[in-house]
T-cell receptor, first 112, second 114 residues
Framework: QKEVEQNSGPLSVPEGAIASLNCTYS??????FFWYRQYSGKSPELIMS??SNGDKEDGRFTAQLNKASQYVSLLIRDSQPSDSATYLC????????????WGAGTKLIIKP | NAGVTQTPKFQVLKTGQSMTLQCAQD?????MYWYRQDPGMGLRLIYY???????DKGEVPNGYNVSRLNKREFSLRLESAAPSQTSVYFC?????????????FGPGTRLTVL
């Protein structure tokens, strides 16, 4: 199993709907998780971080962490065309506070 | 503040040529990183530097060398470029402060090796 795994997509969602992005992880990563957004040709930017089991909300974004099932998800409510991007899930390697391990990313397309 | 800057933005090399990618940050961060990003593979860590004067290998260090010249600058060198090193290279820095979640990324260098 890869340390951090994502479905590459593309995931196509109608404008105004909820987009749901998922990430599974192995025991080789720590319990700190990050969602980054990356527009085509640009560098990644942090959207959300989550450390505790449960939900964390920030505006239209909600991160969910389920440690028992080893998955973390990102929900985007009222999806906008500007949300179209690749979303990267990342976590620190369990034996290193310096090394982030990245999923391959899910490409999200919001259809007007 | 400029944040994290990288030069050059684009580069084309022939197999066997050498080059150095430059990275600088003006945020007084201790930790700096070099990643490569290939289609469908996410970001992979090449080398990192936890502080001035120290460097450590990441996931894919073969074919690369790094220098942490001072706290601001962290360079990546390809001694003999290979087509497999065609990629987008990102430099990042991290403040290592309590509650500092994110790594800050530069704009990237798009490298093609023919």
């Amino acid at each position: 199993q890869k340390e951090v795994e994502q479905n590459s997509g593309p995931l196509s969602v109608p404008e105004g709907a909820i987009a749901s992005l998922n990430c599974t992880y192995s025991d080789r990563v720590s319990q700190s998780f990050f969602w980054y957004r990356q527009y085509s040709g640009k560098s990644p930017e942090l959207i959300m971080s989550i450390y505790s089991n449960g939900d964390k909300e920030d505006g239209r974004f909600t991160a969910q962490l389920n440690k028992a099932s080893q998955y973390v998800s990102l929900l985007i409510r009222d999806s906008q065309p500007s949300d179209s991007a690749t979303y990267l899930c990342a976590a620190y390697r369990v034996d290193s506070n310096y090394q982030l391990i990245w999923g391959a990313g899910t490409k999200l397309i919001i259809k007007p | 503040n400029a944040g994290v800057t990288q030069t050059p933005k684009f580069q084309v090399l022939k197999t066997g040529q050498s080059m150095t990618l430059q990275c600088a940050q003006d945020m007084n961060h201790n930790s700096m990183y070099w990643y490569r990003q290939d289609p469908g593979m996410g970001l992979r860590l090449i080398y990192y530097s936890a502080s001035e004067g120290t460097t450590d290998k990441g996931e894919v260090p073969n074919g690369y060398n790094v220098s942490r010249l001072n706290k601001r600058e962290f360079s990546l060198r390809l001694e003999s470029a290979a087509p497999s090193q065609t990629s987008v290279y990102f430099c990042a820095s991290w403040p290592e402060l309590a509650g500092a979640d994110t790594q800050y990324f530069g704009p990237g260098t798009r490298l093609t090796v023919l």
